[in-house]
């Protein structure tokens, strides 16, 4: 029995390798416009789709598969007599293979100064009805719509002499529908974000960051084996296309599965760690930094880390933005640690964690560096935070807020040096990963005493510096940051008590200059940052 494919891409890598492999095994090749030429004008016997339904492409290859002899040969039920016979009675023959990918919408509209008349030119209507119609009968279709399948299937595919199992084509039109779906979801959020009455220029909309229709679009990467606690289910998803030098594109080399609370927590890790430019550690424990530094290298500013907090460092999440190299290891091993992450490590390292059958269980991930290096984690950064609530979502850009030297306010009569100043950034580049209420004691490149997640900015205070003292630490000359201002003068008083020599808060309160002569009379520099990092 004649075997027929239909062959209409966009995107033309790998298809005359394909379409030389399909005419072998036995497929008459038919095609439309560009994709027959290419394939004509490698030597491939193709038919054009025009010949099939006796009907010219029309309106500049808006309608060329838009017919009963493409999507009757498509749809038709093999096992059904009155389909075939319906077929017979007006001339169509089945398509057993559809090979068809999208006019490139996504691409287009990511082109700066892209035209609302480009974006609607590149939304294709042939080829997803195309897609839908042989993906709804995948018993008797097989469809592809991304290049990579050709080699995935070709050797089922010439072992069968033209067929494919029910579980490969049922598996080709679940990724055709995604596909679809994807598709879709892209031109609804690139259209319902513009504004028709804002105007634009060139023919180039004017878009607002918020869709009038948030189209998530992610895609599962693991069943995981309970959510926040036992009784709760839960898997793990990454977006669509993800940035690099983002948690979810980590390798895992080694360890037990993953869990929930790992994932969420290694990830508050990994954003901290990718803010420091300089060789830095991150230990979290319950979604807070327990311990942050940077030194000359790995090693010394995971020594530093270590040092603020012991205690809540054990089965923590550590994070470096540089490779771990053997000393590292060697140091880290001696903790109970869930979960390591770093850009990489050396074959020495890795064979410190194999040694004893207690650490293989160590969950150990590479993040392959972004292009720029090591100081180059911006591409990795999530646009958009997303909350769900009841029967709801809170979307908002994502707190990528950096603060220089230059927009430090400083309000005091006392002016900071410029190591307090150094340390003032540091804590408060510490203080944005903090949950709310957050106070952060530095000092020297390393935290000294975190006090996370209060109901009272006064409490968090208290317990920064009582952390401080269980670790042996003197916070004598440190730096505090606070995520948000001090509404009163009370949680000042509490920081200097303990030795803060200089402070860094947001300001705003409307009791600003009582915290401000309280730091004044107390005889410490203060900041103002202009900016909060409240983080729920």
């Known amino acids: 029995m004649l075997m027929n494919a239909l062959l209409s891409v966009s995107d033309k890598t790998g298809l005359v390798e394909f379409a030389r492999a399909l005419h072998a095994i036995g497929f008459k090749l038919i095609s439309t416009g560009g994709t027959a ?48 016979s319906a077929l017979k009675e007006h001339g169509i023959d089945t398509i ?50 991304d290049p990579e399948q050709y080699g995935q299937i070709l050797p089922e595919l010439t072992a069968g002499k033209g067929k494919l199992s029910d579980k490969t084509r049922f598996g080709l039109a679940v990724a055709a529908f995604n596909r679809i779906s994807n598709y879709d979801a892209a031109i609804s959020d ?47 998803y990454r977006d669509l296309y993800p940035a690099p030098g983002s948690l ?15 994932i969420a927590d290694a990830d508050a890790a990994w954003e901290c760690v990718k803010s420091f430019d300089a060789p830095a550690c991150v230990i979290v424990k319950h979604a807070n930094p327990c311990g942050v530094a940077v030194g000359k290298d790995a090693l010394q500013a995971y020594g530093k880390a270590f040092q603020t907090d012991p205690t809540s460092a054990f089965g923590g999440i550590i994070a470096f933005n540089r490779p771990v190299d053997l000393a590292t290891a060697e140091a880290v091993n001696k903790q109970f640690v869930e979960v390591l992450m770093a850009p990489g490590y050396s074959p020495e390292a890795l064979a410190v964690f194999q040694a004893t059958k207690a650490k293989q269980n160590v969950r150990i991930l590479q993040i392959a560096l972004p292009k720029g290096g090591a100081t ?38 006392k002016q900071p ?82 030795g803060a020599s200089c402070v860094i808060q947001p300001g705003g309160s409307m009791r600003d200059q009582e915290v401000i002569d309280a730091a004044d009379e107390r005889g410490v520099a203060m900041v103002f940052s202009g900016v909060r990092h409240f983080r729920h």
């Open 96 to 145: 057993d293979l559809l090979v068809v990918n999208l006019y490139p919408f996504e691409a287009t509209v990511a082109k700066a100064g892209c035209t609302l008349e480009d974006a609607i030119e590149n939304i294709d209507i042939g080829g997803p009805a195309m897609v839908r119609s042989a993906a709804k009968n995948w018993k008797d279709v097989a469809v592809l719509t």
């Open 417 to 498: 040096t410029p190591q307090q100043i150094e340390d003032l950034l540091f804590a408060w580049k510490v203080a944005k990963y903090v949950k709310s209420n957050a106070i952060v004691f530095c000092a020297g490149g390393m935290t000294l005493g975190v006090g996370a997640g209060q109901m009272s900015r006064l409490d968090s205070a208290r317990i920064a510096s009582i952390k401080a003292e269980h670790a042996g630490l003197s916070l004598k000359g440190s730096a505090v940051a606070s995520d948000a201002f001090f509404p009163f003068r009370d949680g000042l008083d509490v920081v200097i008590d303990h």
């Open 190 to 236: 690139y259209l319902s974000a513009i504004d028709p009455e804002a105007g634009g220029e060139g023919g180039v909309p004017v878009r607002g960051l918020f869709p009038a229709q948030s189209n998530g679009r992610f895609v599962k990467i693991q069943d995981l084996r309970y959510g926040e606690n036992s009784h709760q289910q839960a898997a793990l």
């Open 37 to 84: 030429k290419l394939l004509e004008d490698n030597g491939l016997p193709v038919t054009e789709v025009a010949e099939v339904t006796h009907f010219p492409e029309m309106l500049d290859g808006r309608v060329k598969t838009l017919h009963p002899k493409v999507h009757g040969g498509l749809l038709a039920r093999r096992e059904l007599l009155e389909h075939m």
């Open 248 to 262: 979810v594109t980590a390798k895992q080399l080694q360890g037990k599965e993953l869990s929930y609370n790992n």
């Open 376 to 413: 180059d984690w911006d591409n990795g950064r999530n646009a958009m935070d997303v909350k769900r609530v009841g029967s709801g979502l809170l979307i908002q850009t994502a707190d990528n807020h950096e603060l220089a030297a230059a927009d430090l306010k400083v309000v005091t009569k």
